[in-house]
């Protein structure tokens, strides 16, 4: 069965979650922006989400990690919590 690997940083608005992806596309590290700007308990860990199977996160999340790149950040992805900047780590299909 496919799983996946991903980590994120959650936000609570659209805004936000754009300059924080403008600093991860100057090089900023992804974990250093998860831990200070997430909103998620992950951000503690650098935005890591472990592993997971399809359907154990919501819909629009799912959506992103089993069909994007692996290593390029995606979002913002809008979903009942917030903003996602989501990055797969590993995919297995």
Do not use: N, W
Not at 40 to 52: I, T, V
Not at 60 to 85: C, N, R
């Amino acid at each position: 069965m496919a799983s996946v690997t991903a980590r994120h940083i959650l936000v609570a608005t659209e805004k936000k979650c754009l300059d924080v992806k403008k600093k991860l596309d100057k090089g900023v590290p992804f974990a250093k922006m998860a831990k200070a700007h997430s909103t998620c308990p992950s951000g503690k860990k650098g935005g890591a989400l472990g592993k997971f199977k399809p359907g154990q996160m919501v819909k629009e999340f799912d959506q992103v990690v089993f069909s994007a790149p692996i290593g390029v950040v995606q979002g913002p992805v809008k979903t009942e919590f917030g903003y996602h900047l989501v990055e797969v780590t590993k995919r297995v299909d």
